[in-house]
């Protein structure tokens, strides 16, 4: 065993070379250890900090506005609290911080606060709201702006298929909230805009949110909007709630959304007003919600990652849309009109898929469903010249390897030889989609799960996904 003093100096070269901001103080307020990463979101230098009460150094504070004096004086932590400030050097900054007690043999020994930088991530957000209210204001049906999809763009002919359109439809008819589940790209977003354009709010908007890409509380002002000095930057600002009032919002991923905002959101939805953060009005709304997830709402429930009471509340219609692999009777049908659409987008005359090719698409397990097959096709439809028969040779290699090798029964990677692969670069894409679609059907397609084993994030695993 290394001594103490080794041990201490390794432990402070991590912390020095995480990303987040570490900031550990005694019981008495003293600094004891302030990374680089800290130093830069303050704008201090670390000398400056360490070994220094934290109200000499940040007379700004008192006891109470200081979250570690807090969390110091009640024991109790402070999570993911969303905090915007100038910093020393007159920057705005957004951080996420955490902060808890350190605790040691029943005892107080200090507190440690970690701070993540969301600056661009919030002015990100700042800016979609902003453009989405200039959309929403400019052209209230946003008809021209953005892609509508209606029932005539869904197809299949598969009963689960048809099953989960004519509930789409029956949804279409009513008020009613809604369920969908469904895998990555099996057409969620498609069934939501369906719906509501086929509703008596047509003429209304239609806004989508994605409840895992941001932090619980920068949700929380997207949707139901913020009022001036509600915290430190925060200007008088609807949020989608407000902007899509008489209309549909689309609530992606709802089971990413944590517990605390979904329980306000079951609130929002039973009593039909809202409050912005830090405001005194309540605000009635009309909105309706479908809601999505890409595992089984009820195993979700069961986790522990959706509230019992919001499914119930969500789930009045219900919409299950089975995934590609599962309704195989669609992949040559969809080929087909996706082979027209290209046709028509990209000026081409192609007929179909060479016979040689059925066989790999009907085997295949398609992880990344209908939105994949539609690449993979767009991908063959830009390679092709003068011919009218899409053949292997349009494909990617990978693609008919990992096919070939599904069909047998066995990983890609098994099957693959280096002669065959243009460069590095497309052998190590294909063993990655490999590797990705095996973590995602081990975990049976949850990518919380699948991004777990990957050792990468959930929003990098997505995105992998979608760019499949
Ligand atoms: N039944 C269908 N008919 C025609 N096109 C479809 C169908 N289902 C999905 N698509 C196409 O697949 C792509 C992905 O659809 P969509 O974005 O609705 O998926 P999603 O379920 O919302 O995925 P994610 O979970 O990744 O957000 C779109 O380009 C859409 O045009
Ligand atoms: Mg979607």
Request: aromatic share 6%.
């Amino acid at each position: 065993m290394k001594s103490k003093k080794h041990l201490m100096a390794l432990l402070q070269i991590i912390l020095q070379s995480v990303e987040e901001g570490i900031h550990v103080v005694d019981e008495n307020g003293s600094t004891v250890f302030y990374n680089k990463a800290m130093a830069d979101l303050e704008g201090m230098q670390v000398e400056d900090v360490l070994g220094k009460g934290l109200l000499e150094v940040f007379p700004s504070l008192n006891e109470d506005t200081s979250t570690h004096l807090r969390v110091l004086k009640t024991g109790r932590p402070i999570v993911d609290e969303s905090q915007s400030y100038l910093n020393n050097i007159g920057k705005e900054i957004t951080t996420v911080n955490t902060t808890i007690p350190l605790i040691y043999l029943n005892e107080k020994i200090g507190a440690v606060e970690i701070a993540k930088n969301i600056t661009k991530i919030k002015h990100l957000s700042e800016e979609i709201l902003r453009l989405q209210q200039q959309l929403t204001a400019s052209s209230p049906n946003q008809k021209n702006i953005i892609k509508r999809y209606t029932f005539q763009d869904l197809h299949g002919k598969s009963p689960e298929f048809l099953m989960a359109v004519k509930m789409a439809k029956r949804a279409a008819a009513s008020n009613s909230s809604v369920l969908i589940y469904g895998e990555t790209g099996t057409g969620k977003e498609l069934f939501a805009q369906s719906i509501h354009y086929q509703s008596n709010r047509s003429d209304k908007p239609f806004i989508a949110q994605n409840c895992a890409a941001l932090p619980e509380s920068l949700l929380e002002g997207i949707l139901f909007g913020t009022t001036k000095g509600s915290f430190t930057g925060a200007i008088d600002r609807p949020g989608i709630f407000e902007q899509a009032n008489g209309g549909t919002i689309l609530l992606d991923e709802i089971n990413s959304m944590g517990l605390l905002l979904q329980s306000k959101l079951l609130r929002v939805l039973q009593e039909g007003y809202i409050r912005r953060i830090g405001g005194l009005k309540d605000v009635p709304i009309d909105v309706r919600i479908i809601a999505t997830t890409n595992e089984d709402p009820l195993e979700a429930v069961n986790r522990g990652s959706l509230r019992k009471d919001l499914y119930y509340r969500l789930n009045v219609v219900n919409i299950n849309i089975p995934s590609l692999k599962e309704r195989r009777d669609d992949i040559l049908l969809l080929s087909e009109r996706f082979i027209n659409t290209f046709n028509q987008q990209l000026n081409k005359e192609v007929w179909m898929l060479a016979a040689s090719i059925h066989k790999h698409f009907l085997a295949y397990s398609w992880p990344g469903n209908v939105r994949e097959l539609r690449n993979v096709i767009e991908g063959a439809m830009n390679l092709i010249q003068e011919e009218h028969i899409l053949k292997e040779e349009h494909f990617p290699p990978h693609i008919i390897k990992a096919m070939a090798a599904e069909e047998k029964g066995f990983g890609a990677i098994g099957q693959m030889d280096l002669s065959e692969y243009g460069s590095l670069k497309e052998l190590l894409e294909a063993i990655e989609a490999d590797l990705i679609k095996s973590a995602m059907k081990k975990h049976s397609n949850n990518i919380t799960h699948a991004a777990k084993e990957l050792k990468i994030s959930r929003q990098a695993l997505q995105h992998k996904l979608k760019n499949q």
